[in-house]
């Protein structure tokens, strides 16, 4: 289960950009050029093109060649790679059930850092203190 976890949190990272979601919902309507969603998104074409890398390289959209230009489309399994990526009761990640399984002793997945008290940044970082 945690593997699954894993995987959604790294899809759902992709996707947790304004300019990502906004390519998203244009592609959504259906294939579209880079011209087409300059048009529609305010960033410059070296930061589209950036986003769009992104999301090729996430395999959530595809890009086919149409003599210069290229044209970008949802993959086919791309929305149901979404679905499955959100925790829903039938799949047991939340729930009275659930809950119940978990490990409540031992460590941490996740270890606190250590927090250094009652020092200034000067000090954490060898730095004398200003005099004043």
């Known amino acids: 289960m945690y593997e699954s976890a894993v995987e959604a949190a790294a899809l759902l990272s992709v996707v947790a950009d304004p300019s990502r979601i906004a390519i ?70 939340t729930g009275t059930a659930t809950r119940s399984k978990v490990k409540t002793t031992g460590p941490t997945p996740y270890p606190h850092p250590r927090v250094r008290r009652n020092t200034t940044s000067r000090q954490r970082h060898g730095r004398r203190p200003s005099t004043p």
């Open 24 to 93: 998203l919902t244009i592609l959504a309507r259906g294939p579209a050029c880079v011209c087409t969603l300059l048009e529609h998104i305010p960033v410059a074409a070296n930061v589209l093109s950036y986003h769009l890398k992104v999301l090729r390289d996430a395999d959530v959209i595809q890009g086919v060649r149409r003599g210069r230009w290229i044209e970008y489309a949802l993959r086919d399994e791309a929305l149901e790679q979404f679905r499955r990526s959100i925790p829903t009761p039938e799949q047991g990640v």
